[in-house]
């Protein structure tokens, strides 16, 4: 079975470009992460969705980055424009959503985006 | 908020060593709780979790108990192996009331194995 798939890998940028982040889920997997990870950090959540619907958004700031789940399946993460402190892994998860209630079902992470901005 | 705090620093160790990696957590509720793994090149996965107070997570040699009374949730492995060096983060996710299933994760730890 084919795991979560991230492309492009690494992405180098000037300041105030756009640039764009492909992610696709397990196959099945209705709940769809990204997550932005900080170089000595952990990763910490930008967006959650449940199928194409956006459920919790609170940290993903809004008037640089949008992202979009269309038909539930594949999603993108967009900066518009990118800044220096932009700088980081950006990655994507997915999960079943089939535990949720019994302490949190498996999340499966794929290898990430690597965004330098210049 | 919710939040997971490890040991500073990264760690270096001898092929056979034990190891012990630190984690201590703070939530309102009961949380489960995760220990992730990332391998160079790769993405994060899954290494162990428990979902209550006193569950063992167990899974390659690795062990970490879920320690209410403590807060704490410590990875350790008897013998350590080259293969096992990585990045290695706890985690956390509070029992959702309404299906919120958002980990909060610690900064990592970076574990190197010596031959």
């Known amino acids: 079975e084919a795991g979560v798939v991230q492309s492009p890998r690494y992405k180098i940028i000037e300041k105030k470009q756009p640039v764009a982040f492909w992610c696709n889920p397990i196959?099945?997997?209705?709940?769809l992460y990204w997550y932005l990870q900080n170089l000595g950090q952990g990763p910490e959540l930008l967006i959650r969705?449940?199928?194409?619907?956006?459920?919790?958004d609170s940290q993903l700031p809004k008037d640089r980055f949008s992202a979009e789940r269309l038909k539930g399946v594949d999603s993108t993460l967009k900066i518009q424009p990118a800044e220096l402190g932009d700088s980081a892994v950006y990655l994507c998860?997915?999960?079943?959503?089939?535990?949720?209630?019994?302490?949190?079902?498996?999340?499966?992470f794929g290898p990430g985006t690597r965004l330098t901005v210049l | 908020g919710d939040s997971v705090t490890q040991m500073e620093g990264p760690v270096t160790l001898s092929e056979e060593a034990f190891l012990t990696i630190n984690c201590t957590y703070t939530a309102t509720g009961y949380p489960s709780l995760f220990w992730y793994v990332q391998y160079p090149g790769e993405g994060l996965q899954l290494l162990l979790k428990a979902t209550k107070a006193d569950d063992k997570g167990s899974n390659k040699g690795f062990e970490a108990t879920y320690r209410k009374e403590t807060t704490s949730f410590h990875l350790e492995k008897g013998s350590v192996q080259v293969s096992d060096s990585a990045v290695y983060f706890c985690a956390l996710s509070d029992v959702p009331d309404y299906g919120n299933n958002r980990l909060a994760f610690g900064k990592g730890n970076q574990v190197v194995v010596i031959p």
């Open positions: 196959s099945g997997h209705n709940t």
């Open positions: 969705y449940e199928n194409e619907e956006a459920v919790d």
């Open positions: 998860a997915s999960s079943s959503g089939q535990g949720a209630i019994a302490g949190g079902d498996e999340q499966f």
